[in-house]
């Protein structure tokens, strides 16, 4: 028993690492072909790359940053990947993450005496359930009267947009200029986990949350009945599977870890709410999800590696005074040749590798 | 009497991954007539008449067009040689107007650069007038009700040049109204010196329409026959065939007691025509009850409604004295219904999942499989996976290869485990052994029988007349969305029996 766990785990890794080649295989290719940029519009691309890896793992603050910058793109990333294996493309991440955190903020906000141990939980729910909520009014839409999801989460992102940047305006303003919200209540914050960085508690549970989807989806009856919807719904619905049923609760869970990572950065990182805090964690998410192979490990380092393009960029700027663009292009080089799996393919046979 | 034959297809042999799809065919059609491609869905006849068209290169035979051999590279051959298709499904862009549709792929030019569209609109009116075809040239596509849009498919065709039109499977799609009116335009084609292969595997409909019929089954030519020289009963039984009957150990049993009980159920097709019209049904516990019927004639919507997958818009569904009209598929899993779907590949099987994880579809939600109805339990799974593995011996490498790697005798051996390894108490098995090797086809017949012999009811819908009567302790007919009779197989004959399902009366 225990020799052939062992020698299953050895062949999961080997699995893993050649599921991951062609992912590794377009990261590498997206920096040499960045390293053209650079070259072509006079830059050493040595020097920029060494900055950047500096400024992204080189101190403590590049680490905390890194970090700080991958986690609400875990959140993201597993939101898209799990309505993805449902056969549905949630692209409203982005909307699901803010009304998360509208509602999480809320909560932070309005109660004041909680212990810590009530607080952060029942924040944290309501930033689920408001992300629940925005994937749920899609899949109605979708399953009651055919809409397509597609359109539907992205509509409802711009709803979610308008509305939080309303509530930060008006009505939960705080004096002063900058459209935010007064700080939330102590008992409602996410402990840092790197001082003097802005890394939270809230990675904690991203990566939990990757686990935990990686296990509901390879272990559960739901997680099957997911996949299978996924994968074939004509011969699930045979096969006793709700369809419908599974479409709703895919997307509603989908919305709900969006909205989790909505409210992880507003009780751990702002600690209130400001106006467009999320540089698009939404589409860097889909984008993540799909670097990552669609499956939750890959996910988690696909977003270390945008958090990393993120926070070493910076300091690549500030240093070398290479414009902070390379990195958008790395990261559409990098979505480029993923999405381009027969470039890669055409690359391992050439390679001699073979299946 | 070959005359003047617009195309000959000599030897023609196309094989599919373990599937052996065209075996030597030859296949003629006379220039000016219309000639039909008879056979029941799997036959080959699709195949066949794509590699006419050129979808895809026989593995060996040759095509002669007007005399001459071809080779078809692609159907951009077929079109220059003035051979065109009416797909099953229409290939036409649902925002474009008729007249854009018409022309797309050969615009009319002014300057080579500007669209005429004058000139389009004066040439395909022509066509149209001509053939009389009438169709609204300014309409967009997706205003059009399916009948005319198969007209434009058709004018499209005629359009391009075609001199021989390919029509594949074209009243499938239509109502009976717009069924006569297609074959109106077809006698006009003819009557304009066009040639036309229609294909279908409605009887009725070939013999009043073709000149000539080709009876294809299973891959095979069954006979050529001119339309005065033949009639239904005959080309019933060409179609379904009449092979040697294969013996099974058939031990009479005792059980009377009615598993399935089927009372004036009716429902409506996927177009919302009523496709049952009043159906009654007993199926009894150790008894095959054979569903015989020309394809098209309700079987497939009977199935879908007693699995749940299709609502009952009347009538009642007992299971063991148990209304279940309204119950979902799960519920009716659970009670004990199991179903061998007619396709395999879209309703039998997730493709991408496991062997395991498809053996188990169905059963996953419940004990030994979910633990407190949440987790799967791996353990009993793979325990599970492998007795069922080794029970109907499916040439698989592991439990965890996907089953689209897999054969399709062996994929419907795993639907197979599937479902009979459940304790069913009613097995609802529709063309079972469609697309099987003999090896294949006689192993899902014996496992039939060792059901029923073990108390099982068994409803069994097959289009395949050989397997009915070897499989069955009474035969049930089904003609236009009603079971017509109910025979014992002693009583009768395949004459009677190819009567009836061509709608006509018992003797």
């Known amino acids: ?355 | 009497m070959l005359m003047n034959p617009a195309i000959q297809m000599k030897g023609i042999i196309k094989t599919f991954p373990g599937v052996l799809a065209n075996d030597n065919i030859d296949f003629v059609v006379e220039k000016g007539e219309i000639q039909g491609l008879l056979g029941e869905n799997g036959a080959g006849k699709t195949v066949l008449m794509s590699i006419l068209y050129g979808l895809y290169p026989p593995d060996e035979g040759q095509i002669y067009v007007n005399g001459k051999e071809v080779t078809m590279h692609s159907p951009a051959t077929a079109i220059r040689l003035g051979i065109g298709m009416v797909h099953q499904h229409f290939m036409l862009v649902p925002s474009l107007t008729v007249a854009e549709n018409i022309i797309l792929g050969r615009e009319p030019t002014k300057d080579k650069i500007l669209l005429d569209m004058d000139k389009t609109l004066k040439e395909v009116k022509a066509s149209c007038e001509s053939y009389n075809l009438e169709v609204d040239l300014k309409a967009p596509i997706y205003t059009l009700p399916v009948g005319i849009q198969q007209r434009v498919e058709i004018l499209k065709a005629l359009y391009r040049g075609a001199a021989i039109l390919i029509m594949d499977e074209p009243t499938s799609v239509l109502t009976p109204q717009e069924a006569t009116e297609l074959f109106k335009a077809v006698r006009a084609l003819k009557e304009k010196g066009k040639t036309v292969v229609f294909i279908s595997h409605k009887l009725r409909e070939v013999l009043s329409i073709c000149d000539r019929i080709t009876v294809l089954r299973r891959g095979k030519v069954v006979g050529t026959v001119r339309v005065g020289d033949t009639n239904l009963g005959e080309l019933a039984k060409m179609m379904v065939g009449r092979e040697v009957v294969y013996k099974f150990d058939k031990r009479l049993m005792k059980g009377r007691e009615v598993v399935l009980k089927v009372e004036s159920l009716k429902a409506l097709d996927d177009r919302g025509l009523p496709a049952l019209k009043g159906i009654d049904l007993e199926v009894h516990a150790s008894e095959i009850l054979g569903v015989a019927g020309v394809e098209g004639n309700g079987q497939t919507e009977l199935v879908e409604t007693l699995t749940g997958l299709r609502k009952t818009t009347e009538g009642r569904i007992l299971l063991n004295y148990t209304e279940i009209t309204g119950a979902s598929p799960e519920e009716r899993i659970r009670l004990g219904i199991s179903h061998v779907p007619e396709d395999r590949y879209k309703r039998g099987l997730i493709s991408d999942f496991s062997v395991m994880e498809n053996l188990i579809l169905g059963s996953h939600n419940r004990p030994p499989f979910a633990k407190w109805g949440v987790r799967l339990d791996f353990g009993e799974t793979s325990k599970y996976a492998q007795k069922l593995i080794s029970d109907f011996s499916i040439k698989t490498q592991s439990e965890d290869a996907p089953v689209r790697h897999l054969s399709g005798g062996t994929q419907q051996r795993v639907v197979l485990a599937r479902e009979l390894s459940r304790e069913p108490k009613l097995i609802i098995a529709s063309q079972p052994t469609r697309g099987l090797d003999v090896g294949a086809t006689e192993f899902v017949r014996s496992k039939l029988v060792e059901m029923r012999n073990l108390g099982c009811a068994i409803l069994l819908i097959s289009a395949d007349l050989d397997e009915i009567w070897a499989l069955s302790d009474r035969i049930a007919v089904m003609y236009e969305g009603k079971v017509v009779a109910i025979k014992d197989p002693q009583k009768t004959d395949e004459e009677e029996l190819g009567l009836l399902m061509a709608g006509g009366k018992s003797g």
């Open chain 1, 1 to 355: 028993m225990e020799a052939r766990g062992a020698s299953k785990i050895r062949s999961w890794l080997k699995l893993g690492l050649q599921s991951m080649l062609p992912q590794i295989i377009a990261i590498f290719l997206a920096f040499i072909v960045g390293a053209a940029v650079l070259l072509a519009t006079g830059h050493s691309p040595i020097d920029a790359y060494s900055a950047m890896l500096r400024g992204a793992l080189g101190d403590i603050f590049g680490i905390g940053q890194t970090f700080t910058q991958a986690t609400p793109i875990i959140f993201t990333a597993l939101a898209f990947l799990f309505a993805f294996r449902c056969g549905l493309f949630n692209i409203g991440a982005e909307g699901q993450l803010i009304v998360g955190a509208l509602a999480a903020a809320l909560v932070g906000i309005s109660f004041s005496g909680l212990p810590a141990f009530v607080h952060i939980p029942i924040a944290l729910l309501a930033g689920a359930l408001a992300g629940g909520l925005w994937g749920f009014i899609p899949a109605i839409l979708k399953t009651k009267l055919g809409a397509h999801e597609v359109i539907t989460t992205m509509m409802l992102s711009y709803v979610a947009t308008y509305l939080t940047s309303y509530m930060v305006n008006y009505p939960f303003k705080a004096p002063g200029w900058v459209a935010q919200t007064v700080p939330i209540a102590t008992s409602a914050q996410l402990p840092h986990i790197l001082e003097p960085t802005q890394l939270s508690a809230s990675i904690f549970l991203a990566v939990g949350l990757a686990g935990l989807t990686y296990y509901t989806l390879q272990r559960t009856t739901l997680g099957y009945e997911v996949r299978a919807t996924g994968l074939n719904p004509i011969a699930a619905e045979n096969g006793g599977v709700n369809v419908h049923r599974e479409m709703i609760l895919a997307l509603g869970i989908s919305g709900a870890i969006a909205g989790l990572g909505g409210a992880g950065e507003v009780l751990g990182v702002h600690r209130r709410l400001i106006d467009g805090f999320s540089p698009g964690y939404g589409w860097d998410g889909l984008a993540v999800a799909l670097v990552g192979g669609l499956n939750p490990v890959g996910v988690l380092l696909a977003a270390v590696l945008f958090g990393a393009l993120r926070s070493g960029g910076m300091t690549m700027t500030r240093v070398t005074g290479v414009p902070l663009d390379i990195v958008t292009i790395l990261q559409a080089l990098v979505i480029l040749f993923v999405t381009a799996p027969m470039l890669i393919r055409y690359l391992l046979r050439r390679g001699g590798y073979k299946r």
